[in-house]
């Protein structure tokens, strides 16, 4: 046994050596080329990760408009129009006026916006008066106020050379909204005959029936109060959205109109 170890290392040695040769020998040049299709790969892994561009642009601007019963009280409004990229006087695209719920502002609805947008509509998102950094009072959608506010800004888009109309003053446009958002699409669609389609979402049809139920035909002031469902309403609105710079009490602060501070403050009263 012993005299035949030397013979199987000198065969495990020829067979190592015989591997070592038949390997390729690396080379300057074959290193080169090998960091070269290593970049190469880097960079198709790259290129096949790295996001899109979106396909529209924002503009982000405060509108003023004329509200209230005569038209005379001016109101900033905190907007955001979204553009397809291919949107131009050319080549005009439908609009898509977006609200947002109660306590939101037009953040609220910036998933909602950029899904449409990408589907090629211009889409126009604003915070309601009362909220975020629009001024003006908060009216709960009164066709003398949001409705009115949402009338100007269907006369903002019909002039944008990039909105399709159907006439002088009129754009193709549809109104979306959810909640407080829907309210005003229903009631818009109702006051303004250019709204050529409308999605309200859990929306309502009578606020004052919603807080107020009453089933006799008596009418709300004859109906229970739903505290829960009032104080989860409000108390959204004057806590302000998670993502907004805190604020004190909406009621407070004057973001209410007088009629609604009242009309809120004597429901509390007649609670306790």
Known sequence: MPAALPVRRRRAVLRLTRWRRALPRLTRRRLAAGATAVAVLTGLVVWAVWPEPPGYTTEDRMLTVRTGPDSATPVDLDTTLYLPK???????????????????????????????????????????????????QIHLDSPDYEVRDAQRLLDWLAGRPEIRTDGPGDPRVGVVGGSYGGGLALLLAGYDRRVDAIVPMLAWHDLASSFLPEATGHGPTDGVFKKGWAGLFFGSGTAGPSF??????????GMFAPAMSSTTATKKKNLR
């Open 86 to 136: 291919g949107a131009s006087a050319a080549h005009p695209v439908p609009a898509v006026l977006l609200g947002h719920g109660f306590g939101g502002t037009k953040a609220s609805v910036t998933t909602d916006a950029t899904d449409l947008v990408e589907h090629g509509y211009a889409v126009l998102t604003w915070t309601a008066p009362g909220f975020g950094r629009s001024t003006g």
């Open 244 to 253: 907004d710079t805190p604020r004190p009490s909406a009621i407070c602060s």
